[in-house]
């Protein structure tokens, strides 16, 4: 149990249809991220909160879209989605998101999605 | 920009073996290491990590790992591995941006 909790753990969906993955984390922390693992290659940030701000976006396609009501919880909102986004996103918490000792990022069992 | 190597994409080996998982990072700065595993169907677990003081770390399930300046390296190591080992490892890097860069990811299969 690391403290960042992420649902659903499996996702199945149409490329019409819209889904919303979520993230909540227990530890007090003010930094969230989003990531993709796709098969055979290294995590890929997509996104970083710090205080509820984006920070930073690594030119993610418009289909996804994030937000962060709080500093607890990350939603990733999908709509008209390809297969090739097919993946295990994670998503991870720290302390602070700069360059510190206090980034140390902790993540969440991840949400599998199909994307069919 | 900062880069991570694993040098081995899957490293195969006996119960009860010594085993070391290698990582070599490029940066021209001071940075922080850190090693993850990510069991079937998990999320990633921090291993150790390095962020000043001793160069060798050590973490969870009786890993370790040795920060080498001059060779730019962070090999994970474990002198005797267990089935249960068996999983992808991640090693990353942090510098002064924040941004945590992965390597491509070591599987460890240990076989009985």
């Known amino acids: 149990e690391t403290g960042v909790t992420q649902t659903p753990r499996h996702l199945v969906m149409g490329m019409t249809n819209k889904k919303s993955l979520k993230c909540e984390q227990h530890?007090?922390?003010?930094?969230m991220y989003w990531y993709k693992q796709s098969a055979k290659k290294p995590l890929e940030l997509m996104f970083v909160?710090?205080?509820?701000?984006?920070?930073e976006n690594n030119s993610v396609p418009s289909r996804f879209s994030p937000e962060c009501p709080n500093s607890s919880h990350l939603f990733l909102h999908l709509h008209t989605l390809q297969p090739e986004d097919s993946a295990l996103y994670l998503c991870?918490?720290?302390?602070?998101?700069?360059?510190?000792?206090?980034?140390?990022?902790?993540f969440g069992a991840g949400t599998r999605l199909s994307v069919l | 920009a900062q880069s991570v190597t694993q040098l081995d994409s899957q490293v195969p080996v006996f119960e009860e073996a010594p085993v070391e998982l290698r990582c070599n990072y490029s940066?021209?700065?001071?940075?922080?290491l850190f090693w993850y595993v990510q069991y079937p169907n998990q999320g990633l677990q921090l291993l150790l990590k390095y962020l000043s003081g001793s160069t060798l770390v050590k973490g969870i399930n009786g890993f370790e790992a040795e920060f080498n300046k001059s060779q730019t390296s962070f090999h994970l190591r474990k002198p005797s591995v267990h089935i249960s080992d068996t999983a992808e490892y991640f090693c990353?890097?942090?510098?002064?941006?924040?941004?945590?860069?992965f390597g491509q990811g070591t599987e460890l299969s240990v076989k009985p």
């Open positions: 940066s021209s700065v001071s940075v922080y």
């Open positions: 909160y710090s205080l509820e701000e984006r920070v």
């Open positions: 990353a890097v942090s510098g002064s941006s924040g941004k945590l860069i």
């Open positions: 530890l007090g922390h003010n930094a």
């Open positions: 991870a918490s720290s302390q602070d998101a700069g360059g510190s000792t206090k980034n140390i990022q902790y």
